[in-house]
């Protein structure tokens, strides 16, 4: 089993995936737009329990996540 997506949150040109593992385990990965484009995506930040977990994770770390729409 890939991983597979589970939520996208996206403001302006980054983004966070939301990921099941195929361990079964949660994860988030950022992306970034340039030119258009969507770059890869980054290497796993945490493994965690549940989607929550991982996207109350991310909103914690991730400093443009917590700016309004």
């Given at each position: 089993?890939?991983?597979?997506?589970?939520?996208?949150?996206?403001?302006?040109?980054?983004?966070?995936?939301?990921?099941?593992?195929?361990?079964?385990?949660?994860t988030?990965?950022?992306?970034?737009?340039?030119q258009?484009?969507?770059?890869?995506?980054?290497l796993?930040?945490?493994?965690?329990?549940?989607p929550?977990?991982?996207?109350?994770?991310?909103?914690?770390?991730?400093?443009?996540?917590?700016?309004?729409?």
């Amino acid at each position: 089993m890939e991983e597979q997506i589970i939520k996208i949150i996206q403001r302006g040109k980054n983004r966070v995936h939301i990921l099941l593992r195929s361990d079964g385990a949660f994860t988030y990965h950022t992306q970034n737009q340039s030119q258009g484009d969507w770059g890869p995506m980054g290497l796993d930040c945490g493994i965690y329990d549940s989607p929550e977990t991982a996207e109350e994770e991310a909103n914690s770390r991730i400093w443009w996540l917590r700016k309004p729409l």
